[in-house]
């Protein structure tokens, strides 16, 4: 079922299974703040597992609840296999496929799991997230269809004017676009209930071509690999034949971290930060997730960028150095 975004899609996994009965939701600690808010405004119990520095998961279920398992930058959690041996006895197995869209993140037997995605994530969409449940989905809403119009708009416009990069910085078109992207954030936040998707979105995602999308991705990561890899400590040392990246995730000291992205952003390359830690995680009781919390960033290496790209990113970030 398409839903507005990935977390829409949990809020529904997550309503379907407190209709069911669960009340509790079993989240890793190393998690993107945005997740918390379904459990919240569904007004579930939660508790946080330990991931390690391998990002593996090593939850342990209370009966009855729902498990989050996250494929983090793309790769499988180590831990999916053990886990899926279990999922559906003693607890609800749901897995966040949202950075992993193209990966392989199939079963060669049935496995009783929940699965998300935010296919908005990996292609040009402005809206965009599924879940595995059955049955029609929500009517979009009159206020989702034009945040989608505006986005588009505000996309195309960004398109045409980083197509330029020797024309002048323009603060005005800058504002434009950022504040439709903004606007379309603002919505997911704070509606997270509603999920209803335009039409237009599923449409736009079918004529998308998702094969070069992947070959790009991995061309690009692997390009990255060769030119970095003896100089940063690389999340993922290797790239599996059925991976599709979501980035170039590395660990620098969290000092550095923080300048190094803003050295960047000056030069118009934005990296995120999966992700600052929420509130409700305590660095103490996690300290694993605490520590990939200050430590990494995110390198771009998305289907927009060729060989080129990836040469000019390596020697600014190796400056940077
Ligand atoms: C692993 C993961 N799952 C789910 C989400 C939520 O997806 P969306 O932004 O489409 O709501 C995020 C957001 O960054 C994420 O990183």
């Given at each position: 079922?398409?839903?507005t975004s990935g977390r829409s899609a949990f809020f529904l996994v997550l309503q379907h299974l407190k209709s069911a009965g669960v009340n509790h939701v079993h989240l890793p600690a190393y998690l993107c703040e945005s997740l918390l808010l379904p459990v919240k405004t569904l007004g579930l119990k939660y508790s946080f597992y330990p991931v390690d520095l391998s990002?593996?998961?090593?939850?342990?279920?209370?009966?009855?609840?729902a498990v989050l398992l996250i494929h983090y930058f793309g790769w499988l959690n180590p831990a999916t296999?053990?886990?899926?041996?279990?999922a559906g006895r003693s607890f609800h197995l749901i897995e966040d496929a949202c950075h992993a869209l193209l990966s392989d993140w199939s079963t060669s037997s049935p496995v009783e799991r929940f699965v998300l995605l935010s296919p908005r994530k990996f292609g040009p969409l402005p809206l965009g997230g599924w879940c595995n449940l059955p049955g029609e989905p929500p009517r979009?809403?009159?206020k989702a269809e034009t945040l989608m119009w505006r986005s588009l708009t505000a996309r195309l416009l960004r398109g045409t004017y980083l197509r330029q990069p020797h024309a002048p910085v323009d603060p005005a078109t800058e504002r434009f676009y950022l504040s439709?992207?903004?606007a379309v954030d603002q919505y997911l936040e704070r509606?997270?209930?509603?999920s209803g998707v335009p039409a237009f979105i599923p449409e736009m995602a079918a004529a998308l071509d998702w094969g070069k999308i992947s070959r790009r991705r991995r061309r690009n990561w692997r390009l990255l690999h060769a030119l970095l890899a003896n100089r940063v400590q690389a999340l993922a040392g290797a790239l599996p034949s059925a991976t599709v990246p979501l980035g170039y995730p590395i660990l620098l000291p969290a000092a550095k971290r923080d300048r190094v992205r803003r050295v960047l952003a000056t030069q118009r390359v934005f990296c995120?930060?999966?992700?600052?830690?929420?509130?409700?995680?305590?660095?103490?009781s996690f300290p694993d997730a605490a520590r990939l919390s200050r430590t990494c960033l995110t390198l771009p290496i998305d289907q927009r960028y060729g060989q080129g790209d990836m040469g000019s990113l390596s020697e600014l970030f190796l400056r940077t150095q």
């Open positions: 079922m398409w839903t990002l593996t998961a090593h939850p342990n279920p209370p009966h009855r609840s296999s053990e886990l899926r041996k279990e979009a809403t009159a439709a992207f903004q509606e997270v209930g509603e995120p930060v999966h992700w600052p830690l929420p509130v409700e995680v305590s660095a103490r």
